[in-house]
């Protein structure tokens, strides 16, 4: 099986038979601590040792605090540092071997270089139509994603 995971707080990991047929997904659990939401480690790892997969694809992204597509300020580029970091790190805790792609080299695969964002969600849409949660806007963005990171995986 192949993980494909969209990192951060609105993040999915998504799991693929190794025919790329869709098995499972998980939005990224999180929990409040004080008053910031973090990613729930235990969630995620009883997540990862559930569905015992032979490699994980994780997007390599960075915070853009100054400007850009990802324009965020300080504490939100922070956040989403410290969840792709949570999550990179179960990873490594649960010994799975992951390779990290950029948005650029996976969107080039899945011919979407250049789509404007939302052609993820119906790339995705029309590779696995009975998954309902790809009609969520915001929650269906993600698993899109996660699904498409790891079509790149499995060379699809």
């Known amino acids: 099986m192949i993980l494909g995971i969209d990192p951060g707080l609105s ?9 790329m047929a869709y098995l ?8 409040k601590l004080a008053s910031k939401n973090r990613v729930n480690g235990a969630a995620l790892a009883a997540f990862l040792r559930a569905h015992p997969v032979r490699h994980a694809y994780l997007e390599q992204v ?18 989403f540092g410290h969840s792709a970091g949570g999550v990179e790190m179960a990873l490594q805790v649960l010994g799975i071997p992951y390779t990290l792609v950029t948005p650029q080299v996976w ?3 899945a011919g979407l270089q250049g789509k404007e964002k939302d052609a993820a969600r119906a ?14 806007k ?5 698993l899109a994603d996660a699904m498409l990171i790891a079509r790149y995986g499995s060379g699809a």
């Open 11 to 19: 993040g999915c990991l998504v799991v693929l038979e190794p025919n």
């Open 123 to 136: 790339r995705a849409i029309q590779l696995y139509p009975g998954v309902r949660d790809l009609d969520l």
């Open 138 to 142: 915001g929650k269906g963005q993600a």
């Open 62 to 79: 960075g915070a853009m605090p100054g400007g850009g597509e990802r324009k965020m300020g300080a504490a939100s580029a922070f956040s």
């Open 107 to 109: 969107k080039k695969r």
């Open 24 to 31: 499972r997904h998980l939005h990224m659990p999180t929990m």
